[in-house]
């Protein structure tokens, strides 16, 4: 693997579709890798990303030249919350929004950054999706809507 250049926060089911929506929508982004606070994931691949261990290890990835993040925590949002501004703190940058391949996005929309839609997810005409938003799995934001 080359020299991570995106660090996911957090290693459970919800990184898990975040990783899914980077592949299927940016095949060309492998350098990422994940850190999780539950030592039983530290040191394995998760679908074939490293867990390099704990989300303590924030600021010695940053040291080493990490500059961008994404949140894989899903349903905890304030820890969703806490970690990104943890890593703003740090001088990490939030990752560009993540859109699955299979999402239709209207060519109107504002995402918001860190912002991540899953597959088969609709955003509509002139909806604003602010940053650090999950639009789940088969999720519909209607028009003019505001997230």
Do not use: C
């Not at 500059?67 to 703003?88: M, N, P």
């Amino acid at each position: 693997m080359s020299y991570p250049t995106i660090v996911i926060l957090g290693a459970g089911g919800h990184a898990l579709s975040v990783v899914d929506a980077i592949r299927s929508s940016r095949p060309s982004i492998e350098a990422f890798v994940l850190l999780d606070d539950n030592p039983r994931l530290w040191e394995k691949n998760i679908y074939g990303i490293p867990v390099l261990g704990p989300i303590s290890k924030l600021p010695e990835l940053a040291n080493q030249g990490v500059r961008r993040f994404l949140i894989g925590v899903g349903s905890d949002l304030k820890r969703r919350a806490e970690l990104y501004t943890e890593a703003r703190q740090l001088g990490l940058e939030a990752g560009a929004p993540v859109v699955h391949s299979t999402a239709f996005i209207s060519q109107s929309e504002r995402l918001g950054l860190a912002t991540v839609v899953l597959a088969q997810a609709v955003v509509g005409p002139q909806a604003t999706v602010g940053v650090n938003v999950i639009i789940n799995t088969g999720a519909i934001i209607e028009h003019h809507v505001v997230v």
